[in-house]
């Protein structure tokens, strides 16, 4: 007995496996005003620390700042930032865009209020911006740097 292929079926097969590990995240660029205007708060933030749980079927990682100063908005001295994805035991999710941060570091976020009553990132990774503190002999100053960082160094006068 001779069995008969169906190129439907397969085509159909073929195509739901392939979607499913081909995801990805797109997001749409926005300008720094773009991003301001959509912002409830600009904050310049200190990371303390980052816990990642299951909620709502997925996993999100809860980043506690602390602020350092408000450039748009009213934000408390310390807030949570709810991103997708993270790691909770062996299992990990990815989500492309989602930034991730570490203890320690210095950034200044563009936030959006959630329904849950923290923030997240608008537009992600757009609006995070990383400070990187350079010691540079000729003094202070923010240096041009590939779109995402700002570097600083510590200022330094000659008797003026």
Do not use: N
């Amino acid at each position: 007995m001779k069995m008969k292929r169906h190129p439907s079926i397969s085509a159909v097969t073929i195509l739901l496996l392939g979607g499913m590990a081909a995801q990805a995240t797109t997001l749409a660029r926005m300008s720094l005003d773009e991003l301001a205007s959509a912002a409830h708060v600009v904050a310049q933030a200190q990371c303390l620390e980052s816990e990642s749980r299951w909620e709502g079927g997925a996993i999100w990682t809860f980043t506690q700042f602390e602020v350092i100063q408000t450039m748009k908005g009213a934000a408390p001295r310390l807030i949570t930032v709810r991103l997708p994805g993270g790691r909770v035991g062996h299992l990990q999710s990815f989500v492309d865009g989602a930034p991730r941060f570490q203890p320690g570091e210095e950034v200044i976020l563009f936030l959006e209020r959630t329904r849950a009553g923290d923030f997240s990132v608008t537009s992600w990774v757009q609006g995070t911006f990383r400070i990187h503190r350079l010691r540079h002999e000729l003094g202070t100053g923010y240096f041009p740097h590939p779109p995402g960082s700002i570097h600083r160094t510590r200022e330094r006068h000659s008797g003026l």
